[in-house]
């Protein structure tokens, strides 16, 4: 029990979670790639787009024979033709020349601008009346101006969003490699947990923890397996967390973290050969009986059963874990799942640990206000009720009414 005191602190657990390594690479068609996270940096082949074309509906011109054009004193052009959409243009242009060119369409050779269509009057003798002056390269996408040949955008480590699928289509990338999605068990353990589908016997819950940490990994970007649930019996949890292991690249169980004479997840861990505990005993709050532990290279997650607990060392913990597994080392900046408010209350805090406090935003007066949603970490309505949290520091006895604060959004 004595090591269970031996706090390691968020940091000193994230620099363990970094030991783990990516999983395998496999290869993947673009369409399945959303989300996926690259094992290989792109370059461009070839130049996006690998044409001059037109930005918008108009004419091809000659930027000069439009210079001084005005309402009042139109240029006049020789209208030559029309370029279709996706053919490539006949003839090039000539001075005093214009084409019909649609938006997309590919520029003529010797035209260097497009005047937009509303611009323009065509008269029956092919006569274009021009009533602005464009500029070089006005209403046109040169080539290569997206992405020139040769250029590397998208790099290891990078996990794929829209445009960036967008962009390897562009290219004409019809599959990419990308690290296996990370596979995660899910065990829930204790007699007092009971299936979401039976009637509920008096001492017994409902297995929310489960079902709620499904959705956690699946938004962290893992494929969640949910193992059922293990009574507080030893030799069914050993046997529980065999397949789990055998199946899974991680394994996620739920409550049997703590102390008690009950909590069996360290003898169940400890029984396996190649058997690491790596931490026992977190300083945060909720949260602090949390294990990490690996079997051989498969890391293996012990989480409170508290609902709260379970889900903060989910968003705190395992998700840079997971990172690590994804083989994601160019972590973007997620710009929108932070913002500033002003607490709206004092919040005591114990130092020598990290506080995770619920909060529901409330705009009034001109700020944002940071609401505390309190109530016990077994309590998952706080979280419902709650926009999300914010983090009193290790080393600090609390927060003050009034004092900014960055709330980390669900």
């Not at 390594?21 to 787009?49: C, F, H």
Request: charged share 20%; glycine share 10%; proline share 7%.
């Amino acid at each position: 029990m004595i090591e269970f005191f031996r706090l390691k602190t968020i940091p000193e657990v994230l620099e363990i979670t970094r030991r783990f390594m990516p999983l395998k690479v496999e290869l993947i068609p673009l369409a399945k790639a959303y989300n996926r996270v690259l094992a290989e940096s792109i370059t461009a082949l070839e130049d996006v787009p690998e044409f001059s074309r037109s930005t918008m509906d108009g004419y091809a011109v000659r930027a000069q024979d439009t210079f001084g054009a005005s309402p009042g004193s139109p240029a006049l052009l020789e209208v030559v033709g029309e370029v279709g959409m996706g053919e490539e243009p006949r003839v090039p242009l000539g001075p005093g020349q214009a084409q019909r060119l649609a938006t997309g369409g590919m520029l003529p050779m010797d035209a260097d601008a497009v005047v937009m269509l509303e611009y323009t009057q065509e008269l029956a003798d092919r006569t274009l009346e021009v009533y602005r002056t464009v500029a070089p390269l006005e209403n046109v996408v040169q080539r290569g101006e997206d992405v020139p040949a040769g250029t590397t955008l998208l790099h290891t480590g990078v996990r794929l969003r829209p445009q960036d699928i967008g962009l390897l289509a562009a290219l004409g990338v019809i599959e990419v490699k990308v690290y296996q999605k990370p596979r995660v068990a899910i065990i829930a353990s204790g007699d007092e947990i009971t299936s979401i589908d039976v009637p509920l016997q008096m001492g017994q819950m409902r297995d929310a923890n489960s079902y709620a940490l499904a959705g956690q990994v699946a938004a962290m970007g893992g494929e969640p397996q949910l193992l059922g649930i293990v009574p507080d019996r030893l030799e069914l949890l050993i046997e529980k967390m065999a397949v789990g292991l055998a199946e899974t690249d991680l394994v996620l169980l739920s409550g049997g973290s703590s102390v008690g004479t009950r909590d069996l997840a360290i003898a169940a861990i400890r029984s396996f050969p190649q058997a690491e505990v790596l931490v026992h005993g977190v300083a945060i709050s909720p949260g602090k009986p949390t294990i990490l532990a690996r079997i051989g290279s498969q890391p293996i997650f012990g989480l409170p059963g508290h609902p709260v607990s379970a889900m903060v060392i989910m968003e705190v913990m395992v998700r840079p874990l997971l990172t690590c597994l994804a083989g994601e080392s160019q972590v973007r900046k997620d710009w929108g799942r932070t913002i500033k408010a002003v607490l709206s209350r004092n919040l005591a805090s114990t130092i020598g640990r990290e506080d995770f406090i619920r909060v529901r935003l409330c705009p009034a007066g001109g700020n944002m206000w940071a609401e505390p949603v309190l109530g016990k970490s077994g309590l998952i309505s706080t979280m419902v009720k709650a926009d999300g949290w914010i983090r009193i520091p290790l080393n600090t006895e609390g927060l003050e009414k009034g004092e900014e604060v960055e709330v980390i959004l669900f």
